[in-house]
T-cell receptor, first 114, second 113 residues
Framework: GENVEQHPSTLSVQEGDSAVIKCTYS??????FPWYKQELGKRPQLIID?????GEKKDQRIAVTLNKTAKHFSLHITETQPEDSAVYFC?????????????FGTGTQLKVEL | DTGVSQDPRHKITKRGQNVTFRCDPI?????LYWYRQTLGQGPEFLTY????????KSRLLSDRFSAERPKGSFSTLEIQRTEQGDSAMYLC???????????FGPGTRLLVL
């Protein structure tokens, strides 16, 4: 089955700096890669996603890049703000034979310091 | 509230008891997923439904676990003879269909004493 590794496990940045979180996946058939943000005690919320036919996607301060050959994808947050502090999870899934079930990484605790 | 809802939000039970959780997906969402999340980990897939059909179950789902979605709307997850290792957050997610965004509910936090 799919295996997703995520690094770093914790990340501390100063407000206004950029943050980068990296994930690798094992199943070359995976074709959908969402990122979820989870604040303490709350539900995971989708912040951005990318499909395998696209190499990069951007939404305001958030961007995701995908390298299918190397089987890794990254989340980039620019101009970080205190409200960006949360746990971020990457995930991978495939429809064919996979039902789009999400396989998650172990999470990155992002702390944005004033 | 038009999001995914789950009930109860918290459940404390004694080892050996049975518990049942309910998930109400977003209206018209055909796909419904159950995940389990333990402290410091990402959610782990348990099972999913396409309408009322349960299409896949994870090896994590032992015989003590059963899930239903009888009318293709809400779903229930039952754990029989609970064990301390079942303590976790049980998350439900729904999507409009294959390949669509999965929206998560707030979860049911289970503590087995």
């Amino acid at each position: 089955g799919e295996n997703v590794e995520q690094h770093p496990s914790t990340l501390s940045v100063q407000e206004g700096d950029s943050a980068v979180i990296k994930c690798t996946y094992s199943d070359s058939a995976s074709n959908y890669f969402p990122w979820y943000k989870q604040e303490l005690g709350k539900r995971p919320q989708l912040i951005i996603d990318i499909r395998s036919n696209v190499g990069e996607k951007k939404d305001q301060r958030i961007a995701v890049t995908l390298n299918k050959t190397a089987k890794h994808f990254s989340l980039h947050i620019t101009e970080t703000q205190p409200e960006d502090s949360a746990v971020y999870f990457c995930a991978a899934s495939r429809e064919s034979g996979g039902g789009n079930k999400l396989t998650f990484g172990t999470g990155t605790q992002l702390k944005v310091e004033l | 509230d038009t999001g995914v809802s789950q009930d109860p939000r918290h459940k404390i039970t004694k080892r050996g008891q049975n518990v049942t959780f309910r998930c109400d997906p977003i209206s018209e969402h055909n796909r419904l997923y159950w995940y389990r999340q333990t402290l410091g980990q990402g959610p782990e897939f348990l099972t999913y439904f396409q309408n009322e059909a349960q299409l896949e179950k994870s090896r994590l789902l032992s015989d003590r676990f059963s899930a239903e979605r009888p009318k293709g709307s809400f779903s229930t997850l039952e754990i029989q003879r609970t064990e301390q290792g079942d303590s976790a957050m049980y998350l439900c997610a729904s999507s409009l269909g294959p390949g669509q965004i999965q929206y998560f509910g707030p979860g049911t936090r289970l503590l087995v004493l």
